[in-house]
């Protein structure tokens, strides 16, 4: 789960992390009553949406030459012309695609004298099983960029668990970022909280791009992305509190209220599966057969009726899918449970498109006993490989 900036700065001055002051706001006269309360006299007005790119973004309903998704202001006056024609409008981004996102909030934040920009994202690499920092002196640009063309620029260790965060890993993000003296100092206190507040909050990644030196020597986190493991969420109420919706695809949403494991795809094959690997297996092979998964949907092991239900809701809801293919294998899940779910799912949402029901494991016969007697216009597999087939055959059927 993600969370907007201004949210995400909270957090880390909850940590005693060093951030500008700043007001969320979403109307104009919000902008303007928050840019009054700050210290003035230059201003950033900032566009929340969850993606990155901001600065660079272009909003579709403005002319190409007009300002990107962060724009500093130099009056109150400035603050609320920028806020009025930011609201409302869709900002694309390199991060959000090419249908981009519209900006119903915006962050109004005092501006800061940057004397550098820097590149820190604290991470959980999977290669070492820790959590890890990487640091660049090359912040607020494309990190991706630098990573491919100039790696020796990009500096990365990672944290024993065992010891947890010490001085001499703050000592080498100062290094990293060629700091010394006081500012080294300020780089060590800053490495020590952005660790805690990391582990704190069970946090999936924590970037901050960029990390700045003001002219007045000190070191401010001025742009913060955060997400967050959702196996923990249980953990951090305060967390769950700030989900923003309206950022999130409302057919995720609903899985998550099932616990149903489920990822959005462009394809046209809606697929229902039990067991993440089974999953993946499924969505190679329809690829392999010359179609595209319209998503990824894990049921998990001890599905209830109720949850394949709401995961045959989902996926029917989807007005990209033209065919169904449903592919369980019943270890711990039931096959005649799996056939009921459908079939009272089928019931209540009708069924217009092909439906392709594999079938295997534990009280296989009569699951597919179930679906016989349901007179449902349900294609039968025998294997995977002959799924895959049907399902392709039966979709390229209908266009
Ligand atoms: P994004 O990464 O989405 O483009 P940022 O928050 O990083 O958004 O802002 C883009 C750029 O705008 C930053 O690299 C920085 O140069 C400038 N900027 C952002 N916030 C401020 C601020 N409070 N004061 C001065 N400049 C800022
Ligand atoms: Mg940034």
């Known amino acids: 789960m993600n969370i907007h900036e201004y949210q995400a700065k909270a957090v880390l001055q909850s940590f005693g ?21 700050l210290p003035g006299p230059l201003y950033v ?5 969850h993606a990155g790119g901001r600065g660079k973004g272009k909003f579709k309903e403005l002319p190409a030459d007009a300002k990107g998704g962060v724009r500093l202001a130099r009056s109150i006056e400035e603050v609320r012309a920028n806020a009025s024609e930011m609201l409302g409008n869709t900002l694309v981004t390199v991060q959000t695609g090419p249908a981009g996102k519209q900006v119903n909030r915006l962050y109004i934040e005092d501006g800061s004298d940057i004397e550098k920009e820097f590149y820190l994202s604290v991470l959980v690499d999977r290669e070492t099983s820790r959590v890890a920092f990487v ?17 020796e620029k990009i500096v990365t ?3 024993d668990p065992a010891t947890g965060v010490m001085p001499h890993h703050g000592l080498a993000v100062a290094k990293a970022l060629g700091l010394s003296g006081d500012l080294a100092k300020q780089a060590v206190s800053l ?11 069970d946090m999936a990644l924590l970037e901050i791009n960029p990390l700045i030196v003001t002219k007045g020597g000190e070191l ?3 742009d913060a992305k955060m997400g967050f493991d959702s196996n923990a969420l249980y953990r951090h109420p305060d967390i769950v509190a700030l989900r923003d919706e309206s950022e999130e695809d409302p057919k995720e949403i609903e899985a998550s209220r099932y616990d149903l494991s489920y990822i959005a795809l462009d394809g046209s094959i809606g697929c229902m599966v039990n067991g993440a690997g089974l999953a993946m297996a499924t ?3 329809i690829k392999l057969y010359g179609e595209e998964p319209a998503n990824f949907l894990d049921v998990g092991g001890g599905a209830s009726k109720e949850k394949v239900t709401a995961a045959f809701k989902i996926i029917t809801a989807d007005p990209q899918v033209k065919g169904i293919l449903v592919n369980i294998f019943g270890g711990i899940m039931r096959c005649d449970v799996i056939a009921e779910g459908v079939i009272a799912a089928v019931q209540e949402v009708g069924l217009t498109i092909p439906l392709v029901v594999r079938l295997e494991g534990t009280n296989v016969e009569l699951g597919k006993q179930i679906i016989r007697d349901s007179g449902l216009n349900v294609i039968a597999a025998d294997d995977l490989d002959d799924a895959a ?3 392709v055959k039966a979709v390229r059927g209908s266009h």
């Open 17 to 37: 992390l060093p951030i500008s002051p700043g007001v969320p706001a979403l109307t104009v006269e919000e902008a303007v009553k928050g840019a009054k309360e």
């Open 45 to 49: 007005v900032k566009s929340q949406i």
């Open 135 to 151: 640091v660049s002196t090359e912040g607020g640009m494309d990190i991706e960029k630098v990573a491919h063309e100039t790696p």
């Open 157 to 159: 260790f990672s944290v």
């Open 191 to 201: 490495t020590t909280k952005l660790y805690t507040a990391f582990v704190a909050k």
């Open 220 to 222: 401010k986190c001025l």
């Open 283 to 285: 969505l190679d092979i």
């Open 389 to 391: 087939q049907k399902i």
